[in-house]
């Protein structure tokens, strides 16, 4: 082991993304050592444009406002708009990164190739240079698990779909319209990258057909003269049962976008919050202009044409699947994950029950804005890792306490729909009222670790 360098009481985490950014920097705030690394040459992750695993496109927006998007701890600039594209996200990351001093604890191009445990409740981290091929290996007292769960292309089969003439395509490969333009384009996937693509090719491609497995709420990111998520956060806030609140966003959007099935979409299945939000105002648009086609699920494919469950068919150039992804950890055995099938099932989404000292930030799909989230998950793991630090006792109660509500989720009360879609599905008032709770039954624990925190 002496090729090992040992980090001490360092904590590695994996990722350079708004999660890793955000646990990074909560951990050094605390005072507490620890290296981050991300496999491209810059920071960002998936916001990324240029890096190889970033699953933005040209014309990316937030569907969130800034307000509800951004690090408590710091504010996007006020010349953003309510709805900052990713250039505009990348250069905030950038410039959250410089303000707190992170780029001297970050290590670029390293890509973490294996995280295997040691001795004591501790870790092999190693890391191997993308220019050089070398690799090195470190141990870590804990580790931070932020690569993402939205870069592990989920791509569905279909009977036929191998005799398929034209090109399939991943909406991870998805970077511009010129993936479409002039031709005839099938996108599947009403998430709200299948809208976005499907809309861009309204705007450029021949012909465009848009294929959902069953009917959704499109929500207008503007409502009454303000952002829509502004507006339900409010009734959020005033506690409203979700039954009233069902009621009201319905009305919303009957007198806001009308009645879905006189466009031709189909009549939502669910109710109001059982599925992850779809805000696009424009897909309505484009469908009743005639310039987007709806269809039901594929059925077959047949050289140039696919069929629909409907009975219908079209002759298609380009598929896009914007059919999801899959959280990946290549660099991690799964038992370490509590694996339900092909998902982790954590403690807060966060704490494994296999092991005390992994972590895992960012495994969350919100019902609002993201990094506001991330900033409190690392919060959270950095003050339970100070907890080991000066209380390793205290920190295993409250560890176990985490673990013993392993898979408890954060609804508001929905139910929501059984798709790999909603694996990390939470409502983000409930999701952070119980991040409030630990962070009080720490501070119960060990007053001191708050105070530094604050």
């Not at 176990?400 to 929501?416: I, K, L, N, Q, S």
Request: hydrophobic share 35%.
């Amino acid at each position: 082991m002496s090729d090992v360098i040992d980090r001490g009481g360092a904590w590695a985490v994996v990722g350079a993304g708004p999660h890793g950014l955000s646990a990074l920097k909560n951990l050094l705030q605390l005072g507490l050592d620890a290296d981050g690394f991300e496999r491209d040459t810059d920071l960002g992750g998936n916001w990324n444009f240029h890096a190889e695993n970033s699953r933005v496109y040209e014309s990316t927006h937030l569907i969130s406002t800034k307000p509800f998007t951004q690090f408590p701890d710091f504010p996007m600039p006020d010349a953003y708009p309510d709805y900052p594209s990713h250039w505009q996200v990348h250069r905030y990351f950038r410039s959250y990164a410089e303000h707190f001093g992170l780029l001297d604890h970050l290590h670029f191009n390293s890509e973490v190739v294996s995280v295997t445990p040691a001795a004591d409740q501790r870790w092999d981290v190693t890391m191997r240079d993308r220019e050089t091929g070398d690799e090195t290996t470190r141990q870590y007292a804990g580790v931070v698990i932020a690569n993402g769960h939205n870069w592990w292309p989920k791509i569905p089969q279909y009977p036929g779909q191998d005799t398929f003439t034209g090109e399939i395509k991943h909406s991870a490969d998805y970077k511009s319209a010129d993936v479409v333009r002039g031709k005839r384009v099938l996108v599947v996937g009403a998430g709200n990258t299948g809208c976005d693509v499907a809309v861009e090719s309204a705007q450029n491609a021949k012909e465009t057909f848009h294929s959902t497995r069953r009917g959704y709420y499109y929500n207008p990111k503007y409502a009454f003269g303000r952002p829509s998520d502004q507006t339900a956060d409010l009734l959020l806030a005033l506690r409203l049962p979700l039954a009233l609140r069902r009621v009201m966003f319905k009305s919303v959007l009957r007198l806001t976008v009308g009645d879905f099935e006189k466009f031709g979409l189909r009549k939502p299945d669910h109710e109001f919050f059982e599925t992850h939000p779809i805000v696009n105002q424009q897909l309505v648009y484009y469908v009743g202009h005639g310039d987007i086609s709806p269809k039901p699920d594929i059925a077959r494919f047949d050289g140039s044409t696919v069929h629909f469950e409907d009975g219908t068919s079209a002759e298609i150039d380009v598929v896009v699947f914007c059919t999801g992804y899959l959280a990946h950890f290549p660099f991690l055995d799964d038992s370490y994950l509590n694996l339900d099938g092909d998902h982790p099932v954590l403690a807060r989404q966060i704490f494994t029950p296999a092991t005390p000292t992994l972590a895992v930030s960012g495994l969350i799909q919100p019902d609002s804005g993201q990094w506001t989230i991330a900033h409190w998950q690392g919060m959270l793991i950095a003050t339970y890792a100070a907890l080991r630090a000066q209380d390793p006792q205290a920190a295993q109660r409250f560890y176990d306490a985490m673990v013993a509500e392993t898979g408890v989720r954060f609804t508001g009360g929905a139910e929501y729909k059984d798709s790999t879609r909603h694996y990390y599905e939470i409502a983000h008032q409930e999701y952070l009222r119980a991040i409030e709770r630990d962070l009080q039954r720490i501070e119960s624990m060990t007053p001191s670790v708050m105070a530094a925190a604050r």
